[in-house]
C-alpha cells in the first residue's frame, strides 16, 4: 500500500481517482449479439450459450426437478444461514417501503404520491468461480416486498449445463417466478428483446464482468433501465488508535479478494497505526486462497494520514466511497457528516462482510465515485413513484388565474385554454 | 386523430409505440465541444455562444443588477402567480422529504438509512421561443428542499445577451446559487468539467432538444448523473360520457402545442364521444397561436376505443403515458389499477396543466414508455440514501456464523476472515 502523508487538497482529486480500468471497445459484439438475439430468439441464444458457456442445453427454463436436487443438495447448515440473512434482509427493505403522501397544497387542490412496482424486473447472476447466491437475496427479495409481478433471473450454465445449487436453492426460497441457464451479453439480450422463453423486462439489475456491463450499457440506449453504472468494488476504512489493526487488516483484505481491480483506502489520524495495519495485511494475506489477486489489488491501495476530523471527513467525502468503515473514536461526528458513500460501518464489530451478507442492509451499492449521486439498491430501485392530483370547482377557481398568467407568459395559449374553459363553465354555477 | 376500435391486445404493442424520432447522430459534435470545453474551459464556451447564440458576452455570471432588474421589469400579477405555484410545489415536496428508517435486523444488528443531500446540481433551462420560468420552479424547488449545497443553473442569453427576466426572477426567488448565460451543448460540457466560472455538479436536471439530449447522454457516459432518459411530451385522457367534451378537447390540444413530435391519446369507452370530441378539437384549435405545431401533433394522435373497463386499463398501462388524465364515473378503479403512469389528474376540473405549473405536482416527468421503470422527478432525484449499520459483539455473534458459511460458500476467504477474527477474540471475552 501506499502512504500519503497529509496531502494538500490540491492533490485530493488525484489520490480519489480508482485505476482507471482498459475497457475494450465491445460495443460491436455487444451489437452483434443483441440483433442476433432480437431477430433469432433462443436459436441464437442457444448458439452463443455454445460458444462462450462450453454447453448444449435443451431448454433455457429451469426445471422443478432441478430445484428439488437443488434443496436436497445444499447442506443444510447453509440453508440456515442463507435463511438468517434472508429474514435480516426482508426486515430492513420492509421497512423503506413507502406509504401514501398526501397534501392540500391549496384549497380544493389534492396532490398525493403513491409507490407502485415495476411490473417485470430481470436479474443477472455471474456464474464463474464464486456463485454469488448471496446478490440474489439482495435483489429479489426487495422485488418480491415491492410485489413487482414477473422476477425473471438469468444465470450461466457451467460446462454440464448446470446452475450452482446454491442459487437455484435461494431463487426458489425467496420466490423468483422463472430462473433461466443463459450468461453474458445474450442474456441481457433475452431480457431485452424478450424470446419464446425468457420475457421481455423493464429493468435489469445485477452485477457482471465487462461483457455484461456492456450490454447493461446497451439495453439502456434500448429503452431498459438498469440498476446502476457498474465499477470495481471498493472500501475505505477510517481507523484511530480505538481501532484493532488486525480487524482493519481484515476488512481491507476482504475487499481486496474481490478482484485484482479492487481498491482499499486506510485513513489514519495518526502514523504509528499505519505499520501495525501493515504487518496484520502482510500476515493475513499469507492464509488467503485468492492471495494473488487480493495482493494485486493493494498495491493499488492506499493509506492517507489527515490529522485534523475536518480534513477527514472532507476526504471521505471526496472519495465517495461504496464501503466505508468507522473504527474511531468520534463516530458520532462521521456518522453526521458523511455525505457521499453507499453503506457504512460502525465500530470494531461491524466488518464490511456482514453488510454483504447479513445485516439486512443492500449489497448493491455505487463505486467509482457515483455515490456522490447514486443510492445503492433500495425499495426504490424496484418502485415508481406516481404523483396524481383532484382538483375540485372550488380548487381550479383558487388555482387557475395563476396558471393561466404563467402559461400565457411561456408563450402556451392552449394551456391557459384548458383553464379558462373550466373557469367560464363555473361562471353560471 | 386516428380512430381505432377495439383492437386486439396483438396490435397493443403497435399502437403504444410513439412517432419515431430521427436522431442525426450528433455524436461527433457532441465530443468535439465536450474536448474544447475540458480544454480550454470558459474561452471554449464563448467560442461556441457566438457560434450558436450569435452573441458575445464578456461574462458568463448573471449579475446581481441584472437580477434586480428583471424583478422590476417583470409585471406584478406574473410575480403573484409564480409565488403561488412555489407555495404549492413547496408544499407538496416538503413532505416528500424521506425519514430516518431504522431497523434492529437481528438482536444487536441495528441497520438504518438515512437520506443525504446531493452536494452539486445542475439546472439546464432552454432559451428559445417559450421561457420555461415554471421548470425552474420544478427542479430548484426540491433542490433546495433537499439541502443541495450548490445548485446551479445554465440558459442560454439572446441576442442582446440577457437571459429572459422570468427565468432570472424565479432562479432568484426560489435561492439557485449561481446563474450563467450558457446554452446547448456547451452547457452541458460546461457543468460536466467545470470552467473556471462554472463549477463542476454531479447530477444535471433539466428539458433540451436533441443537442441538449446528447450533450445529457454524453455527461451520464463520463459519470455525471442525470435526470431520466428525454423524449417528445404526451398525454392519454379516458373519457366516458361524464366528461366534458369541450374539457377534453382542451386537454388533448394543450398537450399538443407542445410540440410536432407530441402525442396524444383519448381511449373512449363508447363511439358517439368520439365526434362529440373531434368537433370540439377542430373548433378549439383554430383559435390555437401554435395551430401548426398543434395540428401536426393531433396527426400523430389516436382515439382508442375499448368497450371493458380491464381492457381500458390494460392499455393505458401497455402504453404507460407521461400524463393521465382520468375523467369517467368509475375514476377509483383507475387510479387504483394504474401502473405505470409519470402523473395522473382526476376529474373534470384537473386539467394537466394544473400539474404543469401550480398543482404542486413535478412537471419533470418520464415520457415514451419510461412510466414503466423511471418516476417523475421527485425528492428522490435530490437525495441519495446511505445505509448505516451498527453491530455489537453479541450482534455478531448472532449472525457471524451466518456471514462465515456464506463467504465460504461463495470461495470468498478474506470475507469470512474478517467474522472469524472478531469471534475469535470475543471467546475470551
Chains 1, 2 share one sequence.
Not at 404523483?387 to 381550479?396: A, L, P, R, W
Amino acid at each position: 500500500m501506499k502512504i500519503i502523508k497529509n496531502p494538500p487538497r490540491a492533490d485530493w482529486k488525484a489520490i480519489c481517482k480508482r485505476p482507471v480500468l482498459k475497457a475494450e471497445n465491445l460495443q460491436q459484439l455487444v451489437n452483434q449479439i443483441f440483433e442476433e438475439v432480437k431477430v433469432g430468439g433462443d436459436k441464437a441464444i442457444a448458439k452463443y450459450t455454445q460458444l462462450f458457456d462450453k454447453t448444449s442445453i435443451s431448454t433455457l427454463a429451469v426445471s422443478r426437478a432441478e430445484i428439488e436436487k437443488a434443496e436436497r443438495e445444499l447442506p443444510n447448515e447453509l440453508k440456515e444461514a442463507i435463511q438468517l440473512a434472508a429474514s435480516t434482509i426482508t426486515k430492513f427493505h420492509k421497512a423503506q417501503m413507502p406509504q401514501k403522501i398526501e397534501v392540500e397544497t391549496a384549497p380544493g387542490v389534492i396532490c398525493w404520491q403513491e409507490a407502485r412496482p415495476i411490473d417485470k424486473v430481470g436479474i443477472y447472476i455471474p456464474g464463474g468461480t464464486a456463485p454469488l447466491f448471496s446478490t440474489v437475496l439482495m435483489l429479489a427479495i426487495p422485488a418480491k416486498i415491492a410485489k413487482c409481478n414477473e422476477i425473471v433471473l438469468c444465470t450461466p450454465p457451467d460446462k454440464n449445463g448446470n446452475i450452482n445449487p446454491a442459487i437455484l436453492y435461494v431463487a426458489n426460497y425467496v420466490g423468483v417466478s422463472k430462473v433461466y441457464k443463459v450468461g453474458g451479453i445474450q442474456a441481457i439480450a433475452g431480457m431485452t428483446f424478450g424470446t419464446e422463453y425468457i420475457p421481455a423486462v423493464y429493468k435489469i439489475f445485477g452485477p457482471g464482468n465487462q461483457y455484461v456491463t456492456a450490454a447493461k450499457q446497451r439495453a439502456a440506449q434500448l429503452g431498459v433501465a438498469i440498476d446502476m453504472p457498474a465499477g470495481p468494488s471498493e472500501l475505505l476504512v477510517l481507523a484511530d488508535k480505538t481501532s484493532n489493526p488486525a480487524f482493519v487488516a481484515s476488512d481491507l483484505l476482504s475487499q481486496a479478494e474481490h478482484g485484482a481491480d479492487s481498491q482499499v483506502i486506510c485513513v489514519v489520524k495518526s502514523e504509528n497505526l499505519i505499520s501495525e495495519i501493515e504487518e496484520e495485511v502482510n500476515g493475513q494475506l499469507e492464509q488467503l486462497p485468492r492471495k494473488a489477486i487480493a495482493e494485486k489489488a493493494m498495491e493499488n491501495s492506499k493509506f492517507v494520514m489527515l490529522e485534523e476530523e475536518q480534513d477527514c471527513i472532507d476526504f471521505i467525502n471526496e472519495y465517495a466511497p461504496e464501503h466505508f468503515i468507522i473504527c474511531c473514536k468520534n463516530e458520532e461526528f462521521y456518522t453526521k457528516n458523511i455525505r457521499n458513500a453507499g453503506s457504512v460501518f460502525i465500530g470494531n464489530y461491524t466488518p464490511e462482510s456482514a453488510g454483504d451478507y447479513a445485516s439486512g442492509t443492500n449489497h448493491t451499492l455505487p463505486t467509482n465515485g457515483y455515490a456522490k449521486s447514486f443510492s445503492g439498491v433500495n425499495m426504490d430501485a424496484f418502485l415508481k413513484k406516481v404523483t396524481f392530483q383532484k382538483i375540485s370547482k372550488s380548487g381550479i377557481q383558487n388555482i387557475g388565474s395563476a396558471i393561466e398568467i404563467m402559461a400565457e407568459a411561456e408563450g402556451l395559449q392552449a394551456h391557459k385554454n384548458a383553464v379558462t374553459l373550466r373557469l367560464n363553465s363555473l361562471k353560471n354555477d
